[in-house]
């Protein structure tokens, strides 16, 4: 398939929770003019407490590099766990270019701010009492999230994951990745675009958010997922997962039908399946 552009966020590679197998069949078949990584794509977090690299990681990075030489562009716009190539904003390495957040702009127009979203993990936290100081302490909650941070790796200690941390509060949960939403659709507001498109909490979606589009590209780690724009402008989302799934099941039944079920079975089987 073809498309206008296919944004992929947080593959995580050098760990091992990384579906890189799935990530490559995904490759192997899908081709954009524009690919946007949204992040979190090498986690170099993972890789200073200890080489991981298997073969199937370095193949992901061959594959992207030979879109690359084969006229795609690529642009690399790093997340958190990735957060040491953002000191080389505008730099190009392999014919991949690495800026801090991009605009896509699609073909019917819409622009989009395309981030990873991590800058704005203490905001989500805070989103409540923020909402009623204002700009300032907008500002204040983005260079406090830096900075905590920072001295939380001085310390030796991990990046504070919004998502993680949301995760173990299972009932809350899915208030925070509705915050997580709102704080960034009110991004893309504050910058006048159409749209924002991101990653980091591992939750793909695509939907409207106060009159933003939200536009989440998911993760290579839980679910295999990536959004896709086709010429016509329109953004969808791709779960590579489940489609490899649905397939499966569509060949298994076929299959089966190759063997001892009788005509009659093997003509019924595959709807059943699908189903
Ligand atoms: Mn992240």
Same mark, same amino acid.
Request: hydrophobic residues 40%; aromatic residues 12%.
């Given at each position: 398939?073809? !498309?206008r552009?296919?944004?992929? @966020?947080?593959?995580?590679l050098g760990?091992?929770?990384?579906q890189a197998?799935?990530l490559?069949?995904?490759? @192997?078949?899908? *081709? $954009? &003019?524009?690919?946007?990584l949204?992040g979190d794509i090498?986690?170099?977090?993972?890789l200073r407490? %200890?080489?991981?690299?298997?073969q $199937?990681?370095?193949d992901?990075?061959?594959?992207?590099?030979?879109? /690359?030489?084969?006229?795609a562009?690529?642009?690399?716009?790093?997340?958190?766990?990735?957060?040491?190539l953002?000191?080389?904003p505008?730099?190009?390495?392999?014919g991949? &270019?690495?800026m801090?957040q991009a605009?896509?702009?699609?073909?019917? %127009?819409?622009?989009?701010?395309?981030?990873?979203g991590d800058?704005?993990?203490s905001i989500v936290v805070?989103? =409540?009492w923020?909402?009623?100081?204002? *700009?300032?302490? !907008?500002e204040?909650?983005?260079?406090?999230?830096?900075?905590?941070?920072?001295?939380? =790796?001085l310390?030796?200690? +991990?990046?504070? /994951?919004?998502?993680?941390w949301?995760k173990q509060?299972?009932k809350?949960?899915?208030?925070?990745?509705?915050? !997580?939403? +709102?704080?960034? $659709?009110?991004?893309a507001?504050?910058? &006048?675009?159409?749209?924002?498109?991101?990653?980091h909490?591992? +939750?793909a979606a695509i939907?409207?958010?106060? %009159?933003i589009?939200y536009v989440n590209t998911?993760?290579?780690?839980? @679910?295999?997922?990536? #959004?896709?724009e086709?010429?016509d402008?329109r953004?969808?989302?791709?779960?590579w997962a $489940?489609? =490899?799934r649905?397939r499966h099941?569509? *060949?298994a039944?076929?299959?089966a039908g190759a063997?001892s079920?009788?005509?009659? *079975?093997?003509m +019924? =089987?595959p709807?059943?399946e #699908?189903?």
């Open positions: 398939m073809h !498309y552009a296919i944004f992929l @966020s947080d593959t995580h760990t091992r929770g990384c197998e799935l490559l069949d995904f490759l @192997s078949c899908h *081709d $954009a &003019e524009t690919f946007y949204v090498v986690d170099a977090w993972r407490r %200890g080489w991981f690299w298997p $199937a990681h370095n992901v990075v061959q594959a992207l590099l030979a879109k /690359s030489q084969a006229g562009r690529i642009v690399y716009i790093p997340g958190n766990h990735d957060e040491l953002r000191a080389y505008g730099t190009h390495f392999g991949i &270019e690495v801090t605009v896509h702009v699609t073909a019917c %127009g819409r622009r989009m701010l395309v981030t990873h800058q704005f993990d805070n989103a =409540k923020l909402a009623h100081l204002g *700009d300032r302490a !907008y204040f909650a983005l260079w406090l999230n830096t900075w905590l941070n920072r001295l939380r =790796k310390w030796g200690g +991990k990046y504070w /994951s919004l998502s993680k949301a509060q299972v809350q949960a899915v208030n925070y990745i509705g915050e !997580y939403e +709102k704080v960034l $659709a009110g991004e507001r504050r910058g &006048e675009y159409d749209g924002i498109i991101c990653g909490i591992h +939750k939907g409207r958010v106060h %009159g589009d998911g993760d290579w780690v839980e @679910s295999c997922t990536a #959004i896709v086709r010429a402008g953004l969808l989302l791709l779960d $489940a489609a =490899k649905r099941m569509i *060949d039944a076929r299959g063997g079920i009788r005509r009659r *079975d093997r +019924k =089987k709807r059943k #699908i189903a």
